[in-house]
């Protein structure tokens, strides 16, 4: 699931190879923006007019969803007097990247938005305001490509002071707030191996190239990183700001867990429930694993990553809801199908739900299988999708459903036969979830787990049970030959 040079809007570079050995990253850190997740350090004064950021990015809640903007990157003593990347919400720039150098006015706004939930995103922002060429005191690269189309852009003076390392605007540095903490404002998504570079203004190919097939992959960066500098990889789980490029400027966090290290990464990319695929309206969090279902409505939300072929393992923890049984639908559906009829998973030919509450297999609007235990808020729901041999299998807290067992193969013992993908109108399955009901008053909710988080949002011990393929955290141990939709597992 590459991210291509042409920028198409596809999952971000990882899983990649050019014949040879290539920089591999092993997790990245979550930021949730209802839990006012960030990372801060007190900087003293530096370099204020030279240094380049480079992360890699993936999309949480949209700012057009949330209508508020998210800060990124911010520096300095206030909300006013600051230097701040946002993901932007803006009539001009909706979900676009905007950069405020001052705090007081959105400077330059990049035209190309950022929507898409399954792509990891290269950012490299390189500025020097020594540089006589008034355009280069500011440089924008995004997967290794510099971007020259902007709906506004007025950029600094010649040798004026960034906010950055400024000890006349103050000295706070933060990754997901905005300088002054400002009340909805805060970053939501992943971050990962977040370079600071003090003293130089450096182009992407410090830390990336197009492999051979000219797709952006990550490179080690190996230059030096100034006084102030610092790499971030969250490989410390109980201290995600621990700086790793040897200069000890270690970031404290607020509101993160250890949960909150994530090994979705650059290098190994996986599924998440898509703010891009969800007509049911629900509520992301939590990386978009969190999925809260709009009251009223039985239309779903559905995965970033589709199959086609092959055994896939998925997790959801069922939360809270307005009654004691957990109204909620969870399966596969032709998802083209589902924006098209406006129904819930199973409601058509194309879709196979578990119905928990009634302990039903719904299909094409009919119960094909009966009588299967109900579950209770706080279970473990399984799904195994064997499209080998064209059935799905549900499981409950480590038990498959119907006595059945996935890998059982073409006998497909307790399974549910189901269409072949290459006969849906799509060509593929995606992951699925909505409400049971839609009478007003019930939000089923769900907390998901595509093999990237076994503590689902640091409310279980994870057990650590890998795939097939040895990827993934799982709290139960997948089916035999059953794999993680992530990018290792090329699905």
């Known amino acids: 699931m590459p991210v291509s040079k042409d920028y198409l809007p596809i999952a971000g570079a990882s899983g990649q190879t050019t014949g040879v050995s290539v920089y591999t990253m092993n997790q990245s850190i979550r930021f949730d923006e209802t839990r006012n997740t960030y990372l801060i350090k007190n900087f003293g004064s530096s370099n ?49 990247l905007t950069l405020s150098l001052t705090g007081s006015a959105e400077d330059i706004r990049l035209t190309r938005t950022f929507k898409d939930p399954s792509a990891w995103y290269h950012v490299v922002v390189a500025c020097d305001s020594t540089d006589t060429v008034t355009t280069n005191r500011v440089r924008f690269y995004v997967n290794g490509l510099r971007e020259s189309s902007f709906v506004g852009a007025s950029y600094p ?41 003090d003293g130089q203004a450096l182009g992407p190919e410090n830390f990336g190239e197009f ?11 190996s230059g030096s990183y100034g006084t102030n500098g610092y790499l971030i990889q969250g490989g410390t789980a109980t201290a995600l700001g621990t700086d790793t490029s040897g200069n000890s400027n270690n970031f404290a966090n607020s509101a993160l867990q250890t949960s909150d290290q994530i090994i979705d990464n650059p290098t190994d990319n996986y599924a998440t429930m898509s703010p891009n695929a969800n007509p049911g309206g629900a509520t992301l969090n939590q990386g978009n694993l969190k999925a809260t279902m709009a009251s ?34 969870v399966g596969i559906e032709d998802y083209n199908s589902a924006i098209e009829s406006g129904q819930y998973i199973g409601r058509d030919t194309y879709g196979y739900s578990y119905d928990p509450a009634n302990g039903a297999i719904l299909h094409n609007n009919s119960n094909v299988v009966s009588s299967l235990p ?40 307790g399974g549910v036969s189901i269409i072949a993908a290459s006969s849906q109108p799509s060509g593929h399955y995606h992951i699925g979830h909505c409400n049971g009901t839609g009478s007003s008053g019930y939000q089923s909710i ?32 997948p089916p035999a030959g059953a794999k993680a939709l992530c990018s290792r597992n090329n699905p």
């Open 446 to 477: 769900i907390q998901w787990n595509f093999g990237q988080d076994g503590t689902f949002a640091g409310n279980k011990t994870a057990q650590g049970n890998s795939d097939a393929s040895g990827f993934g955290n799982f709290f139960y141990s």
């Open 211 to 221: 492999n051979a097939h000219d797709l952006w992959i990550p490179i080690e960066y």
């Open 296 to 329: 009223g409505t039985k239309k779903g939300v559905y995965s970033t990553v589709a199959v086609s072929s092959g055994k896939w393992y998925v997790e959801g923890r069922l939360l809270s809801d307005n009654t004691d049984s957990p109204y909620a639908y």
């Open 48 to 96: 204020s007019r030279t240094f380049t950021l480079s992360f890699w990015w993936k999309i949480g809640q949209h700012p057009s969803v949330t209508s508020a903007r998210q800060a990124i990157f911010s520096a300095g003593g206030s909300a006013g007097a600051s230097f701040t990347l946002y993901h932007n919400h803006n009539s001009a720039t909706i979900d676009g």
């Open 374 to 413: 109900s579950v209770a808020q706080g279970d473990i729901i399984q799904i195994a999708v064997d499209l080998d041999n064209n059935a799905i299998y549900w499981g409950k807290n480590g038990t498959f459903l119907n006595s059945g067992n996935p890998a059982s193969g073409a006998s497909k013992t």
């Open 157 to 197: 003076s010649q040798n004026s002071d960034f906010y950055v390392n400024y000890a006349g605007g103050g000295t706070n540095t933060y990754w997901g707030a905005r300088a002054g903490l400002a009340t909805g404002e805060m970053f939501d998504g992943y971050l990962a191996e977040i370079n600071f570079v």
